[in-house]
């Protein structure tokens, strides 16, 4: 995308999870890029810096503290903003946790919540704000799948289940919006590994050490930084892309994909355990 890119300006950006990491730096480059921002996040500490990065660019920004689990609060949080900006362009359906666990040892609790804020918190977003969108005549969706949205990993079933289903729903709302003449475009987001505090943050289960996890995440697999990101994120919202990866690792393991089909297990399979950490108890 050119410096000189006007297309943000103006418009009026929702960006949830916008407190850290991916979510962070999209805030802060759409402010650079002269959008109108509605910024929120569960983490009020992170937000607050968020925000105090956004408007020292000069953005108009609105903040809450918002779960988006929480059908109701998202759903009031949707008509809040369109009251406040009297229009919403862009939405990011971003926040999003991490756990890691075998289906063995892995808690429904735990499995539950990611899908509540993994999947349902997409849906939730969007179905929100799909309405204002529309009315918008400028719309654009944008959520936040993964590279495990593309691929299964052991000890990621939960988290895998929850962003195959945000790229499923994403990709028939897309089709919906295009054969019904809407004025919303939709992309779904894939980031490969991205330097932030996902994984840190996460949780796992019993026998597996999160800490581990995340020493792994942060050292080997994490080699895109949350800036960049935000970069390719929004150059492909610029061209309207269905599909925006993020990293060289997401590139190449899509291609392992789309060639191997269900072969790629195969590959996995013989990789993962020799770079996973080991279970302390469980199985
Ligand atoms: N970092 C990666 O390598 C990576 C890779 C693929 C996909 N993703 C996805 O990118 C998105 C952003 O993740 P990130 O890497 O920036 O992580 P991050 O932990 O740095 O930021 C996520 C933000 O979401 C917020 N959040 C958590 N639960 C929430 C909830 N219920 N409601 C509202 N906000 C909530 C957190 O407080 C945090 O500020 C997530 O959907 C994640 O699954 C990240």
């Given at each position: 995308m050119s410096a000189t890119s006007t297309h943000f300006r103006g418009k009026v950006a929702v960006v949830t999870g916008a407190g850290?990491?991916?979510?962070?730096?999209?805030?802060?480059?759409?402010?650079?890029?002269g959008a109108r921002l509605a910024l929120s996040d569960v983490d009020p500490t992170g937000l607050a810096e968020t925000v105090r990065q956004a408007e020292a660019l000069g953005a108009e920004v609105r903040t809450d503290h918002l779960d988006v689990g929480e059908r109701e609060a998202v759903f009031a949080y949707a008509e809040a903003v369109q009251e406040q900006f009297a229009a919403v362009n862009i939405v990011f359906n971003n926040a999003g946790i991490s756990f890691s666990g075998e289906v063995e040892v892995s808690e429904f609790k735990d499995m539950e919540r990611i899908m509540d804020v993994d999947y349902w918190g997409v849906v939730n977003g969007t179905?929100?704000?799909?309405?204002?969108?529309?009315?918008?005549?400028?719309?654009?969706?944008v959520n936040t799948s993964s590279l495990f949205g593309l691929l299964a990993m052991p000890s990621q079933s939960a988290y895998n289940a929850a962003k195959f289903a945000v790229r499923g729903f994403t990709e028939s709302l897309r089709q919906e919006m295009l054969i019904d003449g809407r004025p919303v475009k939709v992309s779904c987001v894939h980031p490969g590994g991205i330097k932030t505090n996902i994984v840190r943050n996460g949780t796992a289960a019993a026998g597996t050490d999160n800490a581990?996890?995340?020493?792994?995440?942060?050292?080997k697999l994490a080699r895109t930084t949350a800036t960049e990101a935000a970069r390719v994120i929004l150059r492909g919202v610029e061209k309207g892309h269905a599909r925006i990866l993020v990293g060289a690792d997401a590139k190449v393991?899509?291609?392992?994909?789309?060639?191997?089909?269900?072969?790629?297990?195969?590959?996995?399979?013989?990789?993962?355990?020799?770079i996973m950490p080991r279970r302390t108890s469980g199985l």
């Open positions: 850290s990491g991916i979510g962070r730096a999209l805030a802060v480059d759409l402010a650079g890029r179905k929100a704000f799909l309405p204002h969108l529309i009315a918008s005549g400028d719309g654009h969706v581990a996890v995340a020493a792994l995440f942060d050292a393991l899509d291609v392992l994909v789309r060639i191997t089909g269900s072969g790629y297990q195969r590959v996995i399979t013989a990789v993962a355990p020799r």
